[in-house]
């Protein structure tokens, strides 16, 4: 579990929520919904752009923070060189800062959020180039079909109203035999806050109302990938588990990381005694060893654009290990040693750089 070791003061609390108040870390004007749209993306840029302003902003960015460094431990995975790379939804540069001159040659971020994007960190590795642009990471205007040898995204495409369109943008503008490599928030995440909020306004109002967006299952990635034309395609998914003191550090810490609830259709208020129920019943249903767990679902993926050098699966029967040894290979140095000279021989440790 992470532990949320400095939660923002008392007062912070006092001052988001000391009566009948909005939930929105923004301007709560709304733009008036398309047909089919679940989120308000000007919302959504309302909050980036009103949460990279705040002081504790960076003290928030754990989750995305090592999300991204797992998007980025992918890359290195690769045998192949990625001259232009497109980081879709960077933040304030999560994958960025951990890739290397070895992996990548150049990297456009692009996020909707001109306060986050102008603020992205740059690569460790101070010979790759890094070009930064305001671009809505839903539309992906101003890019052109077969253009990019590597697509990332972390943390954003949870936000994204039409995912199949999306991916299919996104297998556009990518060139044959490359890869699409991201991670996103999947179904059950937050269901600690979610139950605590429901069972609250059920207690003090009757009924309930929507105050944590919805997500995607993690089931259904790998089929919106496939029908967006991308192929050897792997997903995996893990849960993430963060300690909070209670649950106002938690609501306060998800606007300071601009991952408030933004669909067209959510309660903008939350009242006073639904919020100290909702405490009261997080803290007597999930709460344990004096903490408030918060699960996050992730859902990572990598998916290939077909052309004639991706990759191909092994065939059916061709290992020489069985996975019941794998702890006597982690364990021996020199088994280790001699697998890594047979992949090299085969070409797996070879980088084309053309």
Request: proline share 5%.
């Amino acid at each position: 579990m992470i532990t949320r070791l400095k939660p923002p003061s008392n007062s912070c609390f006092l001052r988001l929520f000391s009566s009948s108040c909005h939930v929105d870390s923004a301007s709560t004007s709304s733009s008036q919904p398309s047909q089919n749209e679940v989120f308000d993306r000007e919302m959504k840029r309302k909050q980036r752009d009103w949460a990279v302003r705040q002081p504790d902003f960076k003290a928030a960015q754990y989750l995305k923070e090592e999300i991204g460094w797992r998007v980025a431990d992918k890359v290195f995975d690769l045998t192949k060189f990625n001259p232009l790379v497109l980081d879709i939804g960077c933040g304030i540069g999560h994958i960025t800062p951990h890739l290397i001159k070895e992996n990548v040659g150049k990297i456009i971020q692009v996020d909707m959020s001109g306060g986050m994007a102008q603020s992205s960190a740059s690569c460790d590795d101070s010979e790759v180039e890094v070009e930064r642009r305001t671009v809505d990471e839903e539309t992906l205007e101003g890019f052109q079909k077969n253009q990019f040898d590597l697509l990332l995204t972390s943390m954003s495409a949870h936000w994204i109203n039409q995912l199949p369109q999306w991916m299919r943008k996104c297998n556009e503008i990518l060139k044959p035999d490359c890869p699409f490599i991201g991670s996103m928030l999947a179904e059950d995440t937050l269901y600690e806050l979610r139950c605590s909020l429901q069972l609250a306004e059920l207690e003090r109002l009757g009924g309930v109302s929507s105050h944590v967006s919805p997500f995607v299952r993690s089931q259904d990635v790998g089929g919106l990938l496939s029908s967006a034309g991308f192929d050897m395609i792997t997903l995996d998914s893990d849960e993430i588990e963060v300690g909070y003191p209670n649950i106002f550090a938690l609501m306060y810490d998800l606007q300071l990381m601009a991952e408030s609830h933004c669909t067209h259709r959510r309660n903008r208020t939350i009242r006073r005694d639904v919020l100290i129920a909702a405490e009261a019943i997080y803290q007597s249903m999930y709460s344990k060893d004096g903490k408030y767990p918060a699960t996050f679902k992730i859902v990572s993926f990598i998916g290939w654009k077909p052309g004639p050098n991706m990759p191909k699966a092994a065939k059916r029967g061709s290992q020489q290990l069985s996975l019941k040894d794998i702890g006597k290979i982690v364990e021996d140095p020199e088994m280790m040693k001699k697998m890594s000279e047979q992949g090299a021989g085969k070409g797996g440790g070879k980088k084309n750089h053309n």
